[in-house]
């Protein structure tokens, strides 16, 4: 298979077709980049029976992806502007110790869970990523992505309750 014939003949067109997708020429050009790499280095893995096609739905998949990810972050900077109080609102100083108690207590929590089961956990419950989406990211089984999360929770709802029970005690 020439690849450098296949990256002539489609690299105009996939250009233009990606930049209807993600409204950016130079967005457009950075995907069609990557899906020509991924490209070669399927090749290299195997034979492509329709090269185009594959080129195709490799960069949409990844033109998706990437609006997914814009999506995330919008949505994360409207929270965080939502979240912000107003000049008159400030908190007081009892509610700010009782946020970063708080806060700390999450992190603890958190730190305690082994590497892996903590990544799923924040790109799930902190960016918002499906389960589906953590495991291709991740390059895992949906199934495994479910097991972490199903650890993690049930960590956090015993810690989380121990803590509660403890607050309680004094």
Known sequence: MNVEAIYLNHQSEL????????????????IAQESFIIFFRE???????????????VA???????????????????????????????PSAEKLVSVDERLATVTRILDELP??????????????MTYAETAKQLNISDSSVEKHMAKALLHCRKQFKNHRLDQHDC
């Open 115 to 128: 590497l892996r089961t903590r990544e799923i956990f924040i790109m799930n419950r902190i960016y918002g």
């Open 60 to 90: 949409k998949n990844l033109a998706y992806d990437y609006i997914k990810h814009q999506k995330v972050t919008e949505n994360y900077e409207q929270a965080k502007e939502q979240s912000q109080p107003l000049h008159s609102e400030f």
């Open 15 to 30: 250009q233009f077709h990606l930049a209807r997708i993600v409204n950016c020429p130079d967005i457009a050009a950075d």
């Open 43 to 57: 090749a290299q893995k195997q034979t492509i029976d329709h090269p185009r096609g594959f080129l195709f739905r």
